[in-house]
């Protein structure tokens, strides 16, 4: 695990009033950044884990690809298993749309993602688009595969030091860009 405070500490502190920092996950380089508003790189972590079936613009329920797109932390809850469950926004009426476009989403469930994601609530999670993608720990899982291996069925895990750092930026409403 390697993770790198990018900011000397004083400057960390002064930084904390938090102009809305917001986080890239690099998909090809397996890293997530927390970027301040100006573009300063607050924190890097390396070898994070995606799906075991790479990136895709619309992730379907099974298929353990990790969705791209630019996504709103929705909430953050405790985990058992995880110990941090970042829950992004997906699926976003962007990806329904398209889903339904493929023929593999009804207009019926396209619009209610799309009803509810207006009224800024969690959009239906049992679709054929899947839900539940967020951003969390390896918890009590093996940290030699999280080094090796993509191994989520769609999330981004990040080991459990790496997510305690990522924690420190993050708050509900922090956008996370998946690319």
């Not at 996504?71 to 339904?100: G, M, N």
Request: net charge neutral.
């Amino acid at each position: 695990m390697r993770i790198r405070l990018l900011l000397p500490v004083l400057l960390l502190a002064t930084l904390s009033a938090r102009a809305e920092p917001w986080a890239l996950v690099d998909t090809g380089a397996q890293t997530l950044t927390v970027f301040s508003t100006s573009g300063v790189a607050l924190l890097t972590v390396d070898h994070v884990a995606i799906g075991s079936g790479g990136v895709s613009d619309v992730h379907y329920r099974g298929d353990n690809t990790t969705p791209r797109g630019n996504y709103r932390i929705r909430a953050i809850r405790k985990s058992h298993r995880f110990v941090t469950f970042y829950e992004l926004d997906y699926p976003q009426t962007a990806q329904a749309e398209q889903a339904f476009r493929d023929g593999r989403l009804s207009a019926a469930t396209r619009d209610l993602i799309a009803q509810q994601n207006d009224a800024g609530h969690r959009a239906v999670q049992r679709s054929i688009l899947g839900g539940w993608i967020g951003i969390h720990g390896v918890g009590m899982g093996n940290p030699d595969i999280h080094r090796s291996f993509n191994w989520t069925d769609g999330c981004v895990a990040l080991d459990n030091d790496a997510l305690a750092a990522f924690g420190e930026w993050a708050d509900v409403g922090m956008r996370v860009e998946i690319r």
